[in-house]
């Protein structure tokens, strides 16, 4: 008889812990609110990435190609003594709109030219400039630089490199870009130009080594 008894007060327990939890925070209807709001959150987290996805592709699409199409230094003087350097570069960039229907505005542009050495060579800026699709246009740049502070070392090594004729520069072309098609219009958007290791050779023989472009991105 105990026995009976004990197993009557078992179940008597499971029971009432089953009234428990239907009645207490872990009912059914809490628990499908939870799963549906989860899903809710995942879906919204889904759209969002798709959004984003989709605005950095048509950015992408947009973006034009960037070309060093020529490289003149008209002056290039190093002083060891007070180890000053001055420079005037002149240019040529090719922006090139391969889009048939996106127009692209550009902003002011900031242009920085530097040795291998990251040895500042030369600067300017180009005002806001407009391109319709499909069309090409050309930059001419004159960049300078007076009494810039250079190692003796550099110094001696830019030197030798220009009179061989064997410079190594790095071409830097950066500020903000729009894109408009039809009445909508997209702005300000960051983007910067790089173009590596150009060799004065290469560009005296019209090879046109392309720019690398990244959106987002600054110097």
Known sequence: MPSHRHSRS??????SSIDHLDNGPYHPRWFACCVWSCLVVFFLIIVFLFL???YLSFLKSGMPIVYLRSFNVTEFQVDKGSRKMNAVIGLG??????????KLLYGPLFVDV???????????NVGAFSQMPLNDTNLEII?????VDVDGYAADDLKEEFNANEMVFDVYAGGHIGFKVGKMEMNNVPFLASCHQIKMMDVDFERRPPCDIKLFASR
């Open 52 to 54: 984003c996805i989709t």
């Open 93 to 102: 960039l090719l922006f090139s709109n391969t889009n048939d229907r996106l």
């Open 114 to 124: 530097r040795s291998e050495d990251m040895v500042l060579l030369g600067k300017n």
């Open 10 to 15: 078992t179940l008597s327990d499971i029971d």
């Open 143 to 147: 960049t300078t630089v007076n009494n």
